[in-house]
T-cell receptor, first 113, second 113 residues
Framework: KNEVEQSPQNLTAQEGEFITINCSYS?????LHWLQQHPGGGIVSLFM???GKKKHGRLIATINIQEKHSSLHITASHPRDSAVYIC???????????????FGKGTHLIIQP | DGGITQSPKYLFRKEGQNVTLSCEQN?????MYWYRQDPGQGLRLIYY???????QKGDIAEGYSVSREKKESFPLTVTSAQKNPTAFYLC????????????FGQGTRLTVV
């Protein structure tokens, strides 16, 4: 079973700061997701990665398959970025079936004005 | 547009009552999943289904039941046997196979009083 570790668990920063959230996993994966959960609980999918780097607006996600590590970066952070960010991995060796995801516990981000 | 719809977003029930959470997808996905989130913990797998009329228990299936009569629908019933039903519930879907992208619903926050 894959073990997914996120760091930091909690992060408070000032508006405008560059934010980095990290995710490490223990065994090979087919893909990694970054999700955003706002207060009130709704989940939004930000990225799915299997290699390299993706960018959407002020958000950048990278993955290093050899190191079993991914990072989510937020540039020019804003109070509306305040949310819980969740890393989830899709296991590679599922015996031919999609056996679901393993989720990290999330990083609680607060951006202060 | 294709996607997953969970309803309702918020749900309140009295203790001892069964309650059914809806999850519908129009992505033609074979596999569907239900997860539960508790404070301070990662999302955990309750049940999953890889094909119509078949489903498997996940890590925390006790007190829950599901059905998969149609490809598009995977309702979750929280029964009175579930000792701590208050939680956030998330539905996801994907094609079968370890390299398929998973899509997520918005989630349902269930409160039992």
């Amino acid at each position: 079973k894959n073990e997914v570790e996120q760091s930091p668990q909690n992060l408070t920063a000032q508006e405008g700061e560059f934010i980095t959230i990290n995710c490490s996993y223990s065994v090979g994966i087919s893909a990694l997701h970054w999700l955003q959960q706002h207060p009130g609980g709704g989940i939004v999918s930000l990225f799915m990665l299997s290699s390299g780097k993706k960018k959407h607006g002020r958000l950048i996600a990278t993955i290093n398959i050899q190191e079993k590590h991914s990072s989510l970066h937020i540039t020019a952070s804003h109070p509306r970025d305040s949310a819980v960010y969740i890393c989830a991995v899709q296991n590679a060796y599922s015996g031919g079936g999609a056996d679901g995801l393993t989720f990290g516990k999330g990083t609680h981000l607060i951006i202060q004005p | 547009d294709g996607g997953i719809t969970q309803s309702p977003k918020y749900l309140f029930r009295k203790e001892g009552q069964n309650v059914t959470l809806s999850c519908e997808q129009n992505l033609n996905h074979d596999a569907m999943y239900w997860y539960r989130q508790d404070p301070g913990q990662g999302l955990r797998l309750i049940y999953y289904s890889q094909i119509v009329n078949d489903f498997q228990k996940g890590d925390i299936a006790e007190g829950y039941s599901v059905s998969r009569e149609k490809k598009e629908s995977f309702p979750l019933t929280v029964t009175s046997a579930q000792k701590n039903p208050t939680a956030f519930y998330l539905c996801a879907s994907s094609y079968r196979g370890g390299f398929s992208e998973a899509f997520f619903g918005q989630g349902t926050r269930l409160t039992v009083v």
